[in-house]
C-alpha cells in the first residue's frame, strides 16, 4: 500500500523560495512514477511535473518550467519540489503523487498525499 506525506509549505513572500518534500513508503520505484499537482480554492487541479523512478528523468509543464524543479532520492524514499521565484499565483495546496500518465490531457494520479498549503503573500 502506498502512502505519501507531503511537507515543507508555509508562508513565504513574492519572489522566495521553498523546497516540498514528500516521503514516499509501499512504492516500487523501478518502472513507475511520481509527481506533484497543486490545487488552489475554487480553482481546478494543476499538474506540474512527474519524475520516472527507473531513470530518475523528469517532465514539467511549461508555465512553471524555471521556476519549479522536481528531483528525488531512492534512498531516502523522499521526493523533492524546489520552488523559486514563488508568485501570489502559487498559492495552493501542493500534492504529491503516483503518476501513471503525464503531459497535456494525458495526466493521472492514482495514489496522492494530504498536501502542504503554500501562502505566497506580503
Known amino acids: 500500500q502506498v502512502q505519501l506525506v507531503e511537507s515543507g509549505g508555509g508562508l513565504v513572500q513574492p519572489g522566495g523560495s521553498l523546497r516540498l518534500s514528500c516521503k514516499v513508503s509501499?512504492?516500487?520505484?523501478?518502472?513507475?512514477?511520481l509527481g506533484w499537482f497543486r490545487q488552489a480554492p475554487g480553482k481546478e487541479r494543476e499538474y506540474l511535473t512527474a519524475m520516472s523512478g527507473t531513470d530518475g528523468r523528469t517532465y514539467i509543464e511549461e508555465f512553471v518550467k524555471g521556476r519549479f524543479t522536481m528531483s528525488g532520492d531512492k534512498a531516502k524514499e523522499t521526493i523533492y519540489l524546489q520552488m523559486n521565484n514563488l508568485k501570489p499565483e502559487d498559492t495552493a495546496v501542493y500534492h504529491c503523487?503516483?503518476?501513471?500518465?503525464?503531459?497535456?490531457?494525458?495526466?493521472?494520479?492514482?495514489?496522492w498525499g494530504q498536501g502542504t498549503l503554500v501562502t505566497v503573500s506580503s
Open positions: 509501499g512504492f516500487t520505484w523501478k518502472d513507475n512514477a
Open positions: 503523487g503516483t503518476v501513471t500518465g503525464y503531459g497535456g490531457s494525458s495526466w493521472t494520479f492514482g495514489v
